[in-house]
């Protein structure tokens, strides 16, 4: 019995080793494998850099371009995502019609979402008219993962056409949620102002879509669409007129006050907070006042941007802020205004 045993511990330690060894083989294959790998990228990149400076043709760098598998070549290409405009379409005109690329465009078409998906990213990468239209037919057959991408690829190649299509046809929009489709269009570029205002001037889209638009303008403080903006202010969507108002705040648009203004009575209190917040933004010392008064609003936002607008708006601000302190009956409103005399949250913590 004891043989046995012996035997059998023998033969599992002899499995043991071999088995260590098959793994350190395979470690240090793998090893060599990702070594050769990034050598081969660097080369590749070495090319595309010679072609730029000039020192490689067109031919030669296709040439260099087919003698390397897709990974490489997509991973080499990765580098050149945000390289200069003319460098990108040299770059596409002179690459778009080898067989890694012409591969990425079918499967756009005919590949499953997810293969569609990072064929839409790869496309986005070369600037060529041959990938340009490809990535319009992606955004436009869907579906939505993949009108995403393309939509994302098309936008970093700031393609106003793509987004007037998009503003154009709603319902083909790849989300519906307000910060995705804002971050979508803040990517074309401040190129995109002026189709997203009159877009929001002429067109009647769902809530979502006109708040992503107001978000945009209002980042870039793009005030030719300052009027535009005010007239959403009576939107029916609670989403919308904080958006607007938020857009007017951002923009400084001094001349809207009263529209704000009128907003503090406005029965949703996200509305009445970003009224508040906007005034101060606004500069306009004549809203004082008005402002003293929603430090005593019932919802703790709207004064706190009450109090902090009032801080904003120099010495009638803070002498406000000071009667409001020492004299008023609401102890909320008393404690919000000690706060902004004392520098505010930030400071007084050591933040």
Known sequence: ??????????ALGMVAI????????SRDA?????????????????SIDAFFAGELTAPQLRSAAREVSDLVFWSALERYGNARRAERRALGETLERIGHVRRERRALREGTPWRSELAARRAGILAGPRNRRALHGALRSGPRLVAMAAARALARRRDLRALRWLLAHAEHLPT????TLAALFRVFGRGACGDLANTLERSAHEPAVLT?????????????????????????????????????????????????VALLGDPAWPVRAQAARALGRMGAPSVVP???ESTCDRAWWVRRHAAYALGQLGEPGRAALTAIRDRSPDPYAREMADEVLRGGFLRRTGS
């Open 290 to 292: 008005v402002l003293a």
């Open 212 to 260: 992503a638009m107001l978000n945009v303008l209002g980042s870039w403080r793009h005030r030719d669409a300052a009027d535009v903006c005010a007239r959403k202010i009576v939107s029916e969507s609670m989403e919308v007129r904080v958006a607007a108002i938020r857009a007017l705040g951002e923009m400084a648009s001094t001349r809207h006050a009263p529209a704000a």
């Open 1 to 10: 019995m004891t043989k046995v045993v012996v035997g059998l511990l023998l």
């Open 18 to 25: 071999w088995a260590a060894w098959a793994w350190l083989l």
């Open 176 to 179: 519906r949620n307000p910060r």
């Open 30 to 46: 793998g090893r060599r494998h990702r070594k050769r790998h990034r050598a081969a990228i660097g080369v590749f990149r070495g």
